[in-house]
């Protein structure tokens, strides 16, 4: 005799077919935007290195600003460190004053 | 402005995900090898070989024209995975078998086995509950996924739960999808946190879960599947999976069931967690907090002596040792085995006054953090008081915090005696908790539990 679960048996009688949920939903589009324009040069520009907090972003970034300051000596490097490694409470009223430092900005580092 | 991110290569999806997210599939991130980066970080000149290898790559990135994409990305469509599924086998053994490769395959099952979500079980789930079943709850970070009562349901009976818990889960999910609750850090952080979830009311006792010795064990069915199922429904809804988009670095402690326990209301000698945040005894709720990795244990159990107070300066002793004073200070769940907290409730305190005690003793001097560079700030002053002028710090609490920046202050370690939340459970003999996060309240919710068809308690 077959068993039977959720659904009806083939033709064999020992074959099980169960039907069953997808336990994932919908997710809803977000809006999409393009990313901003690019430069045509860093000559003459402020280019903001933002220190996300995580250990050791500073090193790197430092390291990338020395690089910078050697290579574009027009541009001027804005050292810009995020208040908290964290990401919650205030700290979205935190990232529209990056675009008050400068030009273009560098983010790092993810981790 | 235009600019440019790094990640490391172990969180470039992570990465690319959130900005698809987000919707801003085009964002330029830059890898950084990982297994050079996490080693070379720790000063400048180990840096400098790393920061050399990406320059003339950030410099692309940041002055090469956009694309049409990257200016203008095509919409993103409506993902929807609500089909039915259909599995064959040559008896059940091999279809459930079947099932459970393919929901592991497809990253819907947390790797133990899974009962089959059949329409049948899954009717029977959501009869546990008045909701309809396309009611939505919320969307569930970090891919917004909507979690209606039916989905929420299918994770339900995937994890073993009845429909009678069906209540409990979706007031809990109320919870989590709250916009007040911060579910993208708690599911996709690097700190591994892991939920706490705290029954309360009589729909505890009605349902059975453990409030006693092994409360946080195994063996218990609605601790175990209520917790589970809530894994499930943030897995699935959510969208998350190691190392794509949850980056709990080691997992998380309890990672199948969460933390998921009732508070013992029968032997507390002060009124109900819930009670004290204002809920009527005959109501039952369901708190979901959080937790960076397991709880501290204090006090002797059943091989050491221990008295109440000592319990209470062991653990003011520890948060104070900490010495950290968060910008936004921090969040403590203080479970109290009932012996413990009858010994201290003998000794006069109340829920209240040991706020209030916890709230003064913890206070740590400025001296001790008005020296070290801290965050990128020159000292933790400094960063106090940055975060008392953007709002981190309640304006409502900033006089106590700028008070205390002075030579002779002391520095709260909460904002207020209510970020202890004291709630008392374990057995007898039993242990103490201390289950912390950085940050005030951000991962704390309380809701109601109603609509039950199934139980004497939740109906309402």
Not at chain 2, 64 to 93: C, H, M, W, Y
Request: with cysteine; glycine share 10%; net charge negative.
């Amino acid at each position: 005799m077959a068993n039977v679960v959720g659904g009806l048996s083939s033709a064999d009688e020992a074959a099980v077919r169960l039907e069953v949920l997808n336990p994932r939903g919908e997710i809803p589009p977000p809006p999409t935007r393009g990313i901003n324009s690019r430069v045509s040069s860093l000559d003459g520009k402020k280019i903001v290195l933002v220190d996300n907090g995580k250990f050791g972003a500073n090193n790197f970034l430092d390291a990338l600003a020395d690089i910078l300051k050697e290579k574009y000596p027009k541009a001027t490097i804005v050292m810009y460190p995020k208040p908290t490694a964290q990401t919650i409470t205030n700290v979205p009223k935190w990232y529209p004053t990056v675009k008050q430092q400068g030009d273009l900005f560098v983010f790092g580092v993810g981790d | 402005m235009p600019g440019v991110y790094f990640a490391t290569s172990e969180f470039i999806h992570d990465a690319k995900s959130a900005a698809r997210d987000n919707g801003m599939p085009g964002i330029r991130i830059l890898t950084l090898p990982a297994e050079k980066y996490y080693s070379a970080r720790s000063n400048k000149e180990e840096a400098q070989p790393l920061a050399t290898g990406c320059f003339e790559a950030m410099i692309d990135a940041l002055i090469r024209p956009l694309t049409t994409e990257e200016a203008n990305p095509s919409p993103i469509e409506k993902q929807r995975e609500d089909g039915n599924i259909q599995v064959s086998g040559d008896g059940f053994l091999s279809a459930f078998e079947k099932v459970n490769e393919l929901f592991l395959a497809n990253r819907w099952a947390d790797g133990l086995p899974i009962v089959p979500p059949t329409r049948e079980l899954v009717n029977a789930m959501v009869a546990g509950t008045t909701r309809l079943p396309q009611e939505v709850i919320g969307q569930v970070a970090p891919k917004n996924g909507t979690a209606t009562v039916e989905k929420i349901a299918v994770n339900a009976v995937m994890a073993g739960a009845k429909p009678e818990y069906f209540p409990v889960i979706l007031a809990a999910m109320e919870g989590f999808t709250d916009k007040k609750y911060d579910l993208t850090h708690v599911q996709a952080s690097t700190g591994s946190f892991t939920p706490v979830v705290i029954v309360d009311g009589p729909i505890a006792e009605e349902l059975g879960f453990n409030s006693g010795i092994g409360m946080l064990g195994h063996g218990w069915r609605p601790n175990s599947t209520v917790g589970r199922a809530l894994r499930l429904s943030l897995l699935n809804l959510g969208q998350t999976w190691p190392q794509v988009n949850d980056m709990a670095l080691t997992g998380r402690f309890e990672a199948y069931t969460f933390f998921t326990f009732a508070e013992d209301t029968v032997r507390s000698p002060w009124e109900p967690y819930h009670v004290s945040l204002g809920y009527k005894p005959e109501d039952s709720t369901v708190t979901v907090a959080t937790s960076v990795t397991s709880p501290l244990v204090f006090g002797g159990g059943a091989v050491m002596p221990w008295t109440g107070q000592g319990v209470i300066d062991s653990v003011i002793a520890r948060i104070r040792s900490g010495g950290v004073v968060w910008p936004h200070a921090q969040t403590f769940i203080l479970v109290l085995h009932p012996d413990c907290a009858i010994d201290l409730a003998k000794r006069g305190y109340t829920r209240k006054s040991l706020q209030e005690h916890l709230y003064e003793q913890t206070r740590v001097p400025y001296e001790k953090v008005a020296g070290p560079v801290f965050f990128g700030h020159d000292n933790e002053v400094d960063f106090i008081r940055t975060s008392i002028a953007d709002g981190r710090i309640r304006p409502d609490r900033a006089p106590v915090f700028l008070e205390a920046l002075k030579p002779g202050g002391r520095i709260p370690v909460v904002q207020s005696p209510d970020d202890f939340h004291i709630v008392v459970a374990g057995g007898s003999p039993g242990y103490d908790l201390l289950f912390s996060y950085p940050g005030t309240n951000w991962a704390n919710q309380t809701k109601r539990i109603s609509g039950a068809t199934l139980t004497k308690d939740g109906r309402s």
